[in-house]
């Protein structure tokens, strides 16, 4: 009984190290013993971030300049801004090294193009020599691929931009 007291305050200390360092995953292997512990996430739509258009002083007046503006962002960015609008980015859950590959002489997991859904794996993450699997947890096409196989990824950093289906 008193063992398992002691592995439960372990394992609740384990949890508030998690939240005092904002960390989504973690896992622990001691020989065969294993813990993984995964907070529960919101759901947050993961969009733009909204931003307001320049506005130019000039004779006429401020509304027509922010109409005239929008109406020439949208004829000059209009193959640009609408695909970024909508895109789902699958950013880094953890630090670590990323691996596009299960393996140096396999194909990669994804590539763009590629159709993803939740539970598909797109990547490795490999952290104090723990190979973590990363899921899109969204479905999709993948558009973009922002990090290369073997590169040092961050916390929270963008690795690959998904267009919903």
């Known amino acids: 009984m ?3 007291d002691i592995d439960l305050k372990k394992i609740k200390e384990l949890i508030e190290i998690m939240k ?7 896992e622990i292997r001691q020989d065969d013993d294993k813990i993984y512990l995964k907070r529960s996430q919101p759901q947050v739509a993961h969009g733009p971030t ?14 027509p300049v922010a109409a005239q503006s929008a109406e020439a962002m949208g004829q000059a960015g209009a193959s640009r ?3 970024d609008e909508n895109m789902v980015e699958i950013k880094s859950p ?6 596009a590959k299960p393996s140096p002489d396999s194909e990669p997991y994804v590539e ?6 939740p539970q598909t794996v797109v990547c490795i993450i ?5 190979m973590n699997e990363i899921k899109a947890e969204t ?19 963008v690795l690959f931009k998904v267009r919903p289906d």
Request: charged share 15%.
């Open 112 to 117: 763009i193009d590629s159709s993803v859904g």
């Open 50 to 63: 909204i931003t307001s258009l320049p506005v130019m002083k000039q004779e006429f007046g401020v509304a």
């Open 126 to 130: 490999e952290a104090m020599k723990v």
């Open 20 to 26: 005092q360092n904002g960390l989504e995953e973690l």
């Open 139 to 157: 479905s999709g096409t993948i558009v973009d691929v922002l990090v290369t196989d073997g590169q040092a990824v961050e916390y929270g950093q």
């Open 81 to 83: 801004q609408p695909q």
């Open 94 to 99: 953890i630090v670590g090294t990323f691996y």
């Open 2 to 4: 008193a063992q398992k």
